[in-house]
């Protein structure tokens, strides 16, 4: 029997389709090696590049000058003054090529000054204009987040500066002595897929926008928005420009939640995902979130304390883990601040023992 309160029999939920060679991870980065990197400004010797990008190399502001150090981008021309100037700066430009746009993970960075140079730093990008930090920028180097939803669906240039202050001499130095942008450059090709009851069955329908050698996409289930198995396959219209429209109907699917993606095959073997659609049938779910969309935190509901040592955790529509924690034995609610997270779809995982219960909920 279909339960009659689902409130997600239909859910609508727009993706970029992953084609070609994209995966998540380095797209443009530089070790910086050799003799006096400096006298080239920019500097762009040794950089690796994702194929669906261009890119500047690194360089600096017109306040700061080129210092020689091998091995490292190193400048001196660092204000003394205790305040950010607006010239003193590193940067590094990235355009997607077109049809494709960014969608960033992170910033990681090595970097020293001398004793002389700034000791006081900043993160920045075009987005807004150069107005506020990103992160916390040090002397040493760190790893800071790019996953804000204002570094996600980059579709034209972006520039990042890197900022130095307060130095105790105007001779005193800072250099990048690597770093590494990652992330994703996808297509900008929007594909809706949608998930709905249909009888005692489930229909899917999804569209792309256009197609690069699209040999086929394969229908993948599972109970617990992480393992998948292959239940079919749809035939791609292989390179078009046009929009297809394509429809798929799950006859027999699962007692409880069923979750769907869309796992789309290249000629050449190369794969990508789809975010993640569920549908429930038969018994209503033991656990519950709201409110769903949510902005800064959600209320997660049991239909009874878990009685033994449990343990969650949320995932992102990628499948990877963004948060854990242990749920209190004797508590049958929990409540989660999500107000950090990106805007999108996430699953929620508690593992009691050998049960899982899974849920996801929207985050604006």
């Known amino acids: 029997m279909i339960h009659n309160n689902l409130l997600r029999n239909v859910l609508l939920l727009s993706f970029l389709l992953l084609t070609g060679n994209i995966a998540w991870g380095q797209i443009f980065a530089n070790a910086i090696t050799g003799t006096n990197p400096n006298t080239d400004d920019p500097y762009v010797s040794g950089q690796t590049i994702n194929a669906n990008i261009t890119v500047s190399g690194i360089g600096r502001g017109s306040g700061i000058s080129g210092s020689d150090a091998n091995n490292r981008y190193n400048a001196s021309g660092w204000t003394t003054a205790t305040s950010l100037d607006a010239n003193d700066y590193f940067y590094f430009t990235l355009t997607p090529n077109s049809g494709y746009k960014i969608n960033f993970t992170n910033f990681i960075y090595t970097g020293q000054a001398s004793g002389s140079g700034p000791d006081m730093f900043a993160f920045r990008s075009s987005v807004d204009n150069y107005a506020t930090n990103i992160g916390t920028a040090s002397e040493t180097g760190t790893t800071i987040s790019l996953a804000a939803a204002a570094y996600q669906n980059i579709a034209t ?16 130095t800072f250099s990048i002595n690597d770093f590494t942008f990652n992330g994703a450059a996808l297509p900008v090709e ?19 926008a256009t197609e690069s ?21 749809v035939r791609g219209a292989g390179t078009t420009q046009e929009p297809q429209s394509y429809t798929f109907t799950d006859e027999k699917p699962l007692s409880g939640t069923n979750y769907y993606r869309l796992r789309q095959v290249d000629y050449d073997g190369t794969e990508s995902f789809s975010p993640v659609l569920s549908v429930v049938f038969g018994k209503s779910d033991r656990i519950s979130i709201a409110p769903s969309p949510a902005t800064d ?23 990877r883990e963004l948060r854990s924690g242990a749920w209190e034995v004797e508590s049958a609610e929990y409540e989660l601040d999500v107000n950090e997270l990106p805007e999108g779809m996430y699953t929620f995982r508690l593992e009691v023992g050998a049960s899982v219960q899974v849920k996801q909920f929207r985050k604006l």
């Open 157 to 172: 240039a972006i520039t990042f500066r890197f900022y130095g202050w307060n130095a105790n001499a105007g001779a005193g």
């Open 213 to 233: 050698n699209n040999s086929h996409f394969a229908i993948e289930r599972g109970t617990d928005a992480r393992t998948f198995s292959e239940i079919g396959q």
């Open 297 to 319: 935190r959600v209320r997660i509901l049991l239909e009874e304390a878990p009685g033994r040592d449990a343990y969650w955790k949320v995932y992102d529509s990628m499948g």
């Open 190 to 208: 929007l594909m809706s897929f949608t998930a709905k009851v249909s009888g005692p069955s489930t229909l899917l329908n999804f569209s792309t």
